[in-house]
């Protein structure tokens, strides 16, 4: 069977990581919060998944915008609105899981994790896609389809 996705994180770790250092974000539209990892710098981020307690929740993706242009994103799984594990899409990708207020930039990343990472990545995107499904948004929907299968050929 399948490495699980989900990881099992404890309340007082996910505490921990948001209280260290990390700044908490709010969708500009939505108004759901969470913490948005280093990597996707400074500027507007949003967040397209669930929202649960105001916090950005399962499997969904970050963007960060400037204006109308999309900048660099992460595809994964949010729990109570911090990163738990996932892919950043920016001038190549960055893997693992969220620690130290970014995902990856681990060197000794074990391959399992990193499997796991692309997996929880393929499966935020086709999520984002199957949104943009149900709201009409055909080319969108084939956009994120089309990165769903990109991040899968990472573990092929």
């Known amino acids: 069977m399948a490495a699980t996705l989900s990881l099992l994180w404890a309340p007082?770790?996910?505490?921990?990581?948001?209280?260290?250092g990390s700044n908490w974000?709010?969708?500009p539209t939505s108004r759901c919060e969470f913490i948005s990892p280093i990597s996707l710098t400074a500027g507007p981020t949003y967040w397209t998944g669930l929202c649960t307690a105001n916090k950005a929740s399962?499997?969904?993706?970050?963007?960060r915008r400037d204006g109308d242009r999309a900048g660099p994103a992460f595809y994964g799984e949010m729990k109570a609105g911090v990163p738990v594990i996932g892919v950043i899409d920016h001038d190549g990708y960055r893997v693992g899981r969220f620690?130290?207020?970014?995902?990856?930039?681990?060197?000794?990343?074990?391959?399992?994790?990193?499997?796991?990472?692309f997996r929880a990545a393929a499966k935020a995107a086709r999520?984002?896609?199957?949104?943009?499904?149900?709201?009409?948004?055909a080319a969108s929907s084939r956009h994120y389809e089309n990165i769903a299968q990109q991040l899968d050929m990472q573990v092929e």
């Open 25 to 27: 974000s709010k969708d």
């Open 99 to 117: 620690n130290d207020g970014d995902i990856g930039g681990d060197a000794n990343l074990k391959p399992q994790v990193r499997i796991d990472a």
């Open 58 to 63: 399962g499997l969904g993706m970050l963007r």
């Open 127 to 137: 999520a984002v896609g199957s949104q943009y499904a149900k709201q009409g948004n």
């Open 12 to 20: 007082a770790l996910l505490a921990q990581e948001a209280s260290s």
